[in-house]
């Protein structure tokens, strides 16, 4: 890397934070990631008694109308089957889903589960707007969802 260039970047993180190390980067993202992400949930499911994991599942079959394969919400979260699997289980027994096996299983929403991420929505709305979106422009939002699609 030439200095002109070295300065360049320099200069372009002193004025904007911004750093052009990948682990840097890396780190700066894993940061941001943590601090929402804790703030968002001590505003939200804790407060509803819910634990991340029960949120994002309540979110994610919510947005999918109630119901989905085990296998697709798997892979919508990332999760592993094991993973998947225990927190449904501890879901289930709390009364918030429930498994049916038909050509694999499909978790659904009880009405408990709808009522709970009908009364947490509200709050997590706004969270996610204090603790993230208010922080942005629609430009950046719009920037980082469609590179948040491709990763």
Request: charged share 25%; hydrophobic share 40%.
């Amino acid at each position: 890397m030439s200095t002109q260039n070295g300065a360049t970047a320099a200069s372009d993180e002193a004025a904007t934070g911004i750093t052009s190390e990948p682990v840097d980067f890396w780190a700066s993202f894993k940061r941001a990631h943590e601090v929402v992400r804790a703030r968002v949930i001590a505003d939200t499911a804790e407060a509803a008694g819910l634990s991340e994991p029960d949120l994002t599942i309540l979110v994610n079959l919510g947005k999918a109308g109630g119901a989905l394969r085990q296998s697709e919400l798997a892979a919508s979260l990332g999760w592993d089957r094991t993973r998947i699997s225990h927190q449904l289980t501890r879901m289930s027994e709390r009364g918030l889903v429930t498994r049916e096996r038909a050509r694999g299983v499909t978790v659904t929403l009880t009405d408990n589960g709808r009522a709970t991420i009908a009364a947490v929505h509200p709050g997590l709305d706004a969270a996610v707007r204090r603790h993230l979106t208010d922080k942005l422009t629609a430009q950046e939002i719009e920037t980082l969802g469609s590179l948040f699609s491709r990763l």
